[in-house]
């Protein structure tokens, strides 16, 4: 494949997800969302997040090598200010912030 015809192909599938991603929002920008719908968006960020931690977790290929205690710390900053303040901004980064510290310190 040729440069040109890469680049072409790169910028059609570029345009076309934009559209496809922007096209709802587009579509659903003057209408209120149901209360039902809008309760179900708010847990979606919080299971994406446990989805990838397991998985980063649980990863087979990498059994062997346990989990850290910057991991483990990180977590249970992450899982406490959560309970407390029930708001993912400060939840993400309070749990990065001390895992990045117990990361460097040990």
């Known amino acids: 494949?040729?440069?040109s015809?890469?680049?072409?192909?790169l910028a059609g599938?570029?345009?076309?997800?934009?559209?496809a991603r922007a096209g709802m929002i587009l579509i659903l920008a003057d209408?209120?969302?149901p209360e039902p719908?809008?309760?179900?968006?708010?847990?979606?960020?919080?299971?994406?997040?446990?989805?990838?931690?397991?998985?980063?977790v649980a990863n087979p290929e990498e059994a062997n090598s346990g989990v850290e205690l910057a991991e483990v710390a990180g977590m249970v900053a992450a899982i406490t200010t959560a309970i407390?303040?029930?708001?993912?901004?400060?939840?993400?980064?309070?749990?990065?912030?001390?895992?990045?510290?117990?990361r460097a310190v040990t």
């Open 1 to 3: 494949m040729r440069l």
């Open 37 to 56: 719908v809008m309760r179900a968006l708010r847990n979606v960020g919080p299971a994406v997040l446990a989805a990838l931690v397991v998985t980063l």
């Open 31 to 33: 209408r209120p969302m």
């Open 84 to 102: 407390k303040t029930r708001n993912l901004i400060p939840t993400l980064a309070l749990g990065l912030i001390v895992f990045w510290v117990v």
């Open 5 to 9: 015809s890469a680049i072409l192909l």
């Open 13 to 19: 599938v570029s345009i076309a997800t934009y559209f």
